[in-house]
T-cell receptor, first 110, second 115 residues
Framework: QKEVEQDPGPLSVPEGAIVSLNCTYS??????FMWYRQYSRKGPELLMY????GNKEDGRFTAQVDKSSKYISLFIRDSQPSDSATYLC??????????FGSGTRLLVRP | GAVVSQHPSWVICKSGTSVKIECRSL??????MFWYRQFPKQSLMLMAT?????????EQGVEKDKFLINHASLTLSTLTVTSAHPEDSSFYIC???????????FGEGSRLTVL
């Protein structure tokens, strides 16, 4: 079993839709969780990070963590074609080492 | 904001040669640098963790004699792929942890193609 599981997609939605991206994890040592966006041939770009269970909102993005079920989500409101990218979730422990999910490819259709 | 720079961004080499990739933290000192590898349509896989002035810690399955990591200063880590083969062709990405804030920043990645 991978430490972080993520549906690879692709996920195709119309512009303006609410997007829900999800990951599950198995490592209880994870203390924080990150969401990265990666465009083709580019390095990952940090979108959100959370340290505890609950919701964290930043503009059109909301990150949600449920440590009891080991489930993390990223919601994107009013999705735009420019949001089309691969979204990577990751869990980290106290050593700053990140374990990534396989990434979900998102396509927002104009 | 803090930036992590990787050089070269793209390199093509012949099989059997060695290639060095640099990772620099441009406006902060990095306590720890991480090296990841990403094959096409796959996720980032951690290869090694590098602390300044000490030997790198490699993840299981990563050959330390093939992937040489040097972390000579608080702003520079290098990854040398020795005797590269076509199966080493990949996207190599580094990240660095700020010594003062603990924030983690990623480089833009270096694409290696071995012919």
């Amino acid at each position: 079993q991978k430490e972080v599981e993520q549906d690879p997609g692709p996920l195709s939605v119309p512009e303006g839709a609410i997007v829900s991206l999800n990951c599950t994890y198995s490592n209880s040592a994870f203390q924080y969780f990150m969401w990265y966006r990666q465009y083709s041939r580019k390095g990952p770009e940090l979108l959100m990070y959370t340290y505890s269970s609950g919701n964290k909102e930043d503009g059109r993005f909301t990150a949600q963590v449920d440590k009891s079920s080991k489930y993390i989500s990223l919601f994107i409101r009013d999705s735009q074609p420019s949001d089309s990218a691969t979204y990577l979730c990751a869990g980290g422990d106290s050593s700053y080492k990140l374990i990534f999910g396989s990434g979900t490819r998102l396509l927002v259709r104009p | 904001g803090a930036v992590v720079s990787q050089h070269p961004s793209w390199v093509i080499c012949k099989s059997g040669t060695s290639v060095k990739i640099e990772c620099r933290s441009l406006d902060f000192q990095a306590t720890t640098m991480f090296w990841y590898r990403q094959f096409p349509k796959q996720s980032l896989m951690l290869m090694a963790t590098s602390n300044e002035g000490s030997k790198a810690t490699y993840e299981q399955g990563v050959e330390k004699d093939k992937f040489l990591i040097n972390h000579a200063s608080l702003t520079l880590s290098t990854l040398t792929v020795t005797s590269a083969h076509p199966e080493d062709s990949s996207f190599y990405i580094c990240s660095a942890t700020s010594r003062t804030t603990g924030e983690l920043f990623f480089g833009e990645g270096s694409r290696l193609t071995v012919l």
